[in-house]
């Protein structure tokens, strides 16, 4: 079975200009999130997506970053205009279903750099 | 608030067993978890346990549940250099919230 996979594995660029990240999840899994985890830290729950709805976005900096499933599989998502401190890697993860017993598997992430 | 506490490092040699503490602040917490993440990777779920169980063993690894103290560890028995990585605890009130993690450095 493939596992989640994400491009590109990294990026760097400069303050204010936009990026955007992709990820495939898991072939049938209907659930995806996008993480942020900067240096030194665990990840941050971005947005929640179920089939191509947003489940939960509420820790996602709605004046820059955006993400879509458009038809419920991969999922983009973007950060216009980039600051210092969007510098992180970029966990896509995807699971079977929205319960907290379905294992969340990782994708391995993008790492950004933004100078 | 929510927030998850780990110590940022532990070394051990190899062979010896390793303990990874955590505590956690939520008590509605469901499940409680253990991922592994290695250099340029992803994480990996290692294991996780229900919040009415105080103990859970697979293989190598043990759990231990203090919901009274809201306190998780994970303990490896006969730590491998293999298994140097960093160790994140989380807790999940509605979605997973992560500690900072435990790096943990096995010496031969």
């Known amino acids: 079975e493939a596992g989640v996979a994400q491009s590109p594995r990294y990026k760097i660029i400069e303050k204010r200009q936009s990026v955007a990240f992709w990820c495939n999840p898991i072939s049938g899994h209907a659930t995806l999130y996008w993480y942020q985890q900067i240096l030194g830290q665990g990840p941050k729950l971005l947005i929640q997506?179920?089939?191509?709805?947003?489940?939960?976005d509420s820790q996602l900096p709605k004046d820059r970053f955006s993400a879509e499933r458009l038809k419920g599989v991969d999922s983009t998502l973007k950060i216009q205009p980039a600051k210092l401190e969007d510098s992180a890697v970029y966990l896509c993860a995807s699971s079977i279903g929205l319960s907290l017993s379905y294992e969340q598997y990782f994708g391995p992430g993008t790492r950004l750099t933004v100078t | 608030g929510e927030d998850v506490e780990q110590s940022l490092f532990l070394s051990v040699r190899e062979g010896d067993s390793s303990v990874i503490n955590c505590t956690y602040t939520?008590?509605?917490?469901?499940?409680l978890y253990w991922y592994k993440q290695e250099p340029g990777a992803g994480l990996q779920l290692l294991t996780y346990?229900?919040?009415?169980?105080d103990m859970k063993q697979d293989q190598r690894l043990t759990v231990l549940l203090n919901k009274k103290d809201k306190h998780l560890s994970l303990r490896i028995a006969d730590t491998q250099t293999g298994d140097s990585a960093i160790y994140f605890c989380a807790e999940s009130p509605g979605n997973l919230i992560f500690g900072k993690g435990t790096k943990l450095s096995v010496k031969p």
């Open positions: 997506f179920q089939n191509n709805g947003v489940v939960d």
């Open positions: 939520d008590s509605s917490s469901t499940y």
């Open positions: 346990i229900f919040s009415n169980m």
